[in-house]
Every structure is written in C-alpha cells, then in structure tokens.
C-alpha cells in the first residue's frame, strides 16, 4: 500500500453505523416481541396515506396481526383472525353483536396499501376497513380488498409491550 492511500485512509470518513430499526419500519424476516411473546415478521400490510401497518406475526403455529398507526402517539392493536362472513360491502352495519358483546363502529375509511411476505391479501391495492370497538374496550376489524372478506377480534397493546428485538 502505498503512503498516499494510507494518508487517503486516515482522514476518510468511517462508515456510519446502520440506523436501528423502529416498529414502523421493520419487516417479514425481522423478529418483535409483544406482550412477553416472541413472534417473527411474515407479513405486512402498508397503508402510506395513514401512516399505518398491520403485520403479521408468527409464532410457532400461532399466527397475529399487530396493527400500527403513528397519530400523535403510536397506537398499537394486537388482532387475531375469526371466522365470520359478510355478503357485501354495503352491508356493513354499524353495531355488530357477537359472542354476547357488542361492537360500534368507531372508524371507516378506505386506502391503498402495499403488501410485502405473507398477508391475508397477497396484492396491493384499494383495501376498506371498519374499526369496531365494544364497551369494554375490545375490538372488531373487518377488512375487504379483491371482493374477501378477513374478521379479526383483538385489544389494544401499550406501547412498552412492543419491542424490535432484531432486524435484518
């Protein structure tokens, strides 16, 4: 090596460290601890317009659905899949009883999301979504892209039980 390319080495700038990576920008591959369980990424869902994310975890044989949206504070719902059928998308109502508890609808909107691993909807595109929440704080989301129809029931998660524990 010559004196000129030690000198160069000297005074060149290190490599800066890879930035850490948050709850909203993780991905299938990356591991998240919720609630004192640890699940792996295989999915996600992005909806850019709202600054929102629904992952999907995996655990053993255990599959989750954490739903991220950055307000003014992030909101973090921990979600599980139900079986449940609507015919339409007209025919949402907006108070849904099941399992002796009943739901109002809270939220309604309708974006474009973009799909990365393995999600209930494999393409991205226009997806509409009903948030339901029940007297005792618990919830119901309804989602329909591509004429399917997916049911989850679930809770909200405090944010320091949502942690990254390794990214790739």
């Known amino acids: 090596m010559s004196l000129f390319k030690r000198v160069k080495n000297i005074f060149a700038k290190p490599e800066p460290p890879a930035p850490e990576k948050s709850i909203l920008t993780v991905g299938p591959g990356d591991v998240v601890e919720v609630s004192l369980v640890t699940y792996q990424i295989t999915g996600k869902a992005m909806n850019h317009s709202r600054k929102a994310a629904m992952l999907t975890l995996q655990d053993g044989n255990t599959i989750r659905y954490l739903y991220i949206e950055e307000r003014e504070r992030l909101v973090y719902q921990l979600f599980s899949a139900i079986d449940g059928r ?54 119901l989301r309804i989602e329909w892209q591509d004429g399917r129809f997916m049911l989850y029931e679930g809770e909200t998660v405090l944010p320091a039980d949502v942690q990254v524990l390794r990214g790739t």
Do not use: A
């Open 86 to 139: 609507l015919e339409s998308v007209e025919e949402v109502p907006s108070t849904i009883e099941m399992d002796d508890v009943t739901y109002h609808l809270e939220e309604q909107y309708s974006g474009r999301v973009q799909v990365l691993g393995k999600t209930p909807f494999q393409s991205s595109g226009e997806q509409y979504v009903w948030h339901f929440q029940s007297d005792q704080r618990q919830l």
